[in-house]
């Protein structure tokens, strides 16, 4: 039966049915009355599905099977890294000595996993050219707060406390100017030149004595590298500021080129995304925060470090931030990034940001013959074609995006960057092979001729998933976020 045909465990559900076993109580039975607060214990039972063990197995894969993963097809959506999660990194994350242990147990009984952490800085730094690295931060948004967050500490230290303004390129990530706003900042934005790069004038415009970072994602979100990096890095220093790079994307230039050797005093990295921890589905991140020389004091506490009597925890740290996540950053996200850094190596890291960007250009060139390419220049892990052309046939990039479903594609990144019209933003990632870029090339070169001879059938997809187009405006506005049980099918 096809996973859309399969009923779900509400409409399984007979009155009666039990899909669990439990031991003989060996306890003295309570009643839950005695044991809490008037109004808390429930009168009656939850209304729950009643079905047996291999209804509910057959419930989740079901539901598994209607998602959408990287190991079930192609999942170009740019900016987010979705490429292919080693299954070596899961074996190694299931180590005993890595699952078995907890972050509060005697350092003296984790020093393997302790050791593992510091090796795993010493490789961050190695790749960043930074001169310390946390942990700590859980995503790339904490890594950007934190990496802000040392920054004020930093200027407030030297009696700078006018540095209020933190200024942002237009091309940046969303996340830039959300987390300088959260860390207490103003933002200030910089505009994007007509190459899609940093507009140096403007920025010479925007800088002051009030300047106190200046945050660049690089390859900025149209997939390009920032030319005029070591100049912008004289004008923000001579102003007195500091320089952040936002690493979350490193994709395009692991072992080719280092945020550190540029210039930048902070940089967070994706560990979940260009270091294949598995993401896309809310659950742990990992974003690792490296600092040069003069931030090292106001990194988060504690800080792992490594003495002659082995690793251990420095909380001894009177300048530090503080501390900005429990124990020390997700442990399990952070063994797979080591892992695949370890199975990689240096020529391996090398060869990711080749075949990364060779993918991406190769994608861009043939697609431009079909869309839009509002910045024609080699781009690097990504790249942002414009649906303008078909729009004009009456077909939105959100149509292209909803036909893509059709083909069995997660489609890529839409309206976003916001300076460009119609906006796709693509990242193919290096693990996919010709072939599957080839398949998706063909099915966004059969939509766009679709868009030409007959644009409905766009415009009313998908056709083939479980749920067809949403009414976009309901769903945002009243959401129905509980299943509703439909009546039991005779199957
Ligand atoms: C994904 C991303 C972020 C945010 O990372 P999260 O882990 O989702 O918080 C920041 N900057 C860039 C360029 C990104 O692609």
Redesign the pocket.
């Known amino acids: 039966m096809r996973s859309e045909n399969q009923p779900l465990i509400f409409e399984m559900s007979r009155e009666g049915r039990i899909g669990y076993s439990l031991p003989e109580l060996d306890v003295p039975e309570t009643n839950t009355d005695e044991l809490l607060p008037e109004g808390f214990a429930r009168k009656e039972a939850p209304e729950l599905p009643e079905v047996s063990e291999l209804d509910i197995m057959r419930h989740y894969t079901a539901l598994s099977k209607r998602n959408h993963g990287v190991d079930s097809g192609f999942y170009p959506l740019g900016?987010?890294t979705m490429k292919y999660n080693p299954k070596v990194n899961e074996a190694v994350a299931r180590f005993a000595g890595f699952a078995h242990i907890h972050p509060l147990q005697d350092e003296s009984t984790v020093q393997g996993a302790m050791e593992m952490m510091y090796d795993l800085q010493e490789h961050l730094i190695e790749i960043t050219g930074m001169d310390e690295v946390t942990l700590q931060p859980a995503?790339?948004?904490?890594g950007?707060w934190t990496g802000l967050m040392m920054i004020r500490a930093f200027h407030e230290a030297n009696g700078d406390f006018n540095r209020t303004k933190v200024i942002v390129p237009d091309s940046a990530?969303g996340?830039?100017p959300a987390s300088a706003t959260v860390a207490g900042f103003e933002t200030v934005t910089v505009k994007s030149n007509e190459n899609g790069l940093v507009d140096l004038d403007d920025l010479k415009r925007v800088v002051d004595e009030n300047t106190a970072a200046l945050m660049l994602?690089n390859p900025n979100?149209l997939g390009l590298f920032e030319e005029d990096i070591l100049e912008m890095a004289s004008i923000i220093h001579n102003a007195g500021g500091k320089l952040y790079y936002?690493g979350?994307?490193l994709n395009a230039v692991l072992a080719k080129a280092r945020p550190g050797d540029m210039g930048f005093d902070v940089v967070h990295l994706?560990l979940?995304?260009t270091f294949t921890g598995p993401h896309g589905g809310g659950g742990p991140?990992s974003?690792p925060v490296g600092v040069k020389k003069d931030l090292i004091p106001y990194l988060p506490k504690p800080l792992l470090v490594k003495t002659e009597e082995g690793f251990t925890f420095d909380y001894n740290r009177p300048d530090s931030i503080g501390r900005v996540k429990p124990y020390y950053g997700n442990f399990g996200i952070n063994v797979r990034a080591y892992t695949y850094i370890r199975t990689m190596g240096p020529d391996g890291l090398k060869a990711v940001s080749e075949n990364a960007v060779i993918n991406a250009n190769y994608m861009m060139r043939r697609l431009a013959e079909y869309f839009d390419l509002p910045y024609d220049r080699h781009c690097k892990h990504e790249f942002v074609i414009s649906g303008k052309r078909q729009k004009k046939l009456g077909v939105r990039t959100l149509d292209i995006a909803k036909r893509l479903l059709d083909f069995g594609f997660h489609p890529p990144t839409i309206y976003f960057p916001i300076n460009v019209e119609e906006c796709m933003m693509i990242e193919p990632t290096e693990t996919e092979s010709k072939e599957t870029l080839d398949s998706f090339i063909e099915a966004m070169i059969q939509i766009a001729k679709e868009a030409e001879e007959n644009p409905e059938i766009v415009q009313e997809a998908p056709h083939t998933t479980v749920i067809s187009r949403l009414d976009e405006t309901q769903a945002a506005r009243k959401p129905v976020l509980r299943y509703m049980k439909k009546e039991p099918v005779e199957v």
């Open positions: 900016s987010c995503a790339g948004a904490h950007e990530h996340t830039n994602t979100t936002d979350a994307n994706n979940h995304k991140g974003g």
